[in-house]
């Protein structure tokens, strides 16, 4: 639930009017990294679950169908990934008795949340997997804390193992927030590749890059990153017009990947990107 992007002033683009806003040269510029990596044009086909659609357009009309359908299911958390949640929000969370928390990279969008009346919010420092700001966690952790004290905190951010939740503790967070340690595990949808990738990859193989979401973003250092960083192509779009621009081609990607041709997936295994915490923003 970002609170700036594209269309906001009307709650958001519908798909037709942002895929009319994606300009020519970003769609020249994937047109071309397809034909020079050989990915190849696919359609979907009967039970295939790769999207052809915007991937995270996430505007105020998105979120009112997506929380419609979270409801039904009475959960006891509502976490805000991007933003702090609206007042109608918030009243739609309190009258379903639910706890409502929200992500924050930096100390005055904690204090924003907290004056909102959020629950808890989770400190989510540069090491963050997903969508991530520029502070690291022993600075961004005590900070937050300090700051809106006494609403618990979370600490979010590299942390992965018993040592890690023990300093972010240290710190004076309450508990530790995790997300892309699960996308290895046998319950994740991750491709089985990109979970090979994601298992061998080390501290310096990964980049924060906005040409995913066109947020910040951290990813795997892999060439759809180092494609959108050179100075002679497009910069990465705002949300959600960079979702919608790079969706269709990243189901080219995803299918290629899965198929059954090994030489295929062994060629864009390193060209796979994958987007660090998607289902959080």
Not at 33 to 62: C, L, N, Q
Not at 214 to 236: C, F, H, N, Q, V
Request: positive net charge; glycine residues 10%; proline residues 6%.
């Amino acid at each position: 639930m970002p609170g700036k992007y594209v269309g906001m002033e009307s709650g958001g683009l519908d798909p037709a009017e942002a895929a009319n806003a994606v300009p020519a040269d970003v769609t020249a510029f994937l047109d071309d990294m397809m034909r020079r990596y050989g990915v190849p044009e696919s359609a979907a086909a009967a039970g295939d679950h790769f999207s052809t659609g915007s991937r995270g357009r996430y505007t105020a009309k998105d979120s009112a169908a997506m929380l419609d359908i979270a409801f039904r299911f009475h959960p006891r958390l509502l976490v805000s990934a991007l933003g702090t949640p609206s007042p109608e929000i918030m009243k739609a969370a309190r009258d379903r008795g639910m706890l409502v928390a929200a992500l924050a990279g930096r100390v005055k969008h904690a204090k924003r949340h907290a004056e909102a009346g959020v629950d808890i919010i989770i400190a989510q420092s540069y090491e963050a997997g997903g969508h991530t700001g520029d502070i690291g966690g022993m600075v961004l952790v005590p900070s937050v804390v300090d700051a809106v004290a006494p609403t618990p905190v979370l600490a979010a951010g590299g942390i992965a193992d018993g040592r890690q939740m023990a300093a972010a503790l240290a710190l004076g967070a309450q508990g530790v927030w995790c997300g892309s340690v699960w996308l290895t595990t046998v319950e994740s949808d991750t491709l089985p590749v990109v979970k090979k990738k994601l298992i061998a990859a080390t501290a310096e193989d990964t980049v924060k890059s906005r040409s995913f979401s066109g947020k910040p973003s951290r990813i795997l250092r892999i060439a759809w990153a180092e494609e959108w960083a050179r100075i002679d192509t497009p910069d990465p779009l705002p949300n959600p017009l960079q979702p919608m621009a790079v969706g269709r081609y990243m189901a080219r990607i995803d299918r290629a990947a899965a198929s059954g041709d090994t030489a295929r997936r062994m060629a864009l295994a390193r060209w796979r990107a994958h987007r660090w915490g998607k289902w959080s923003g």
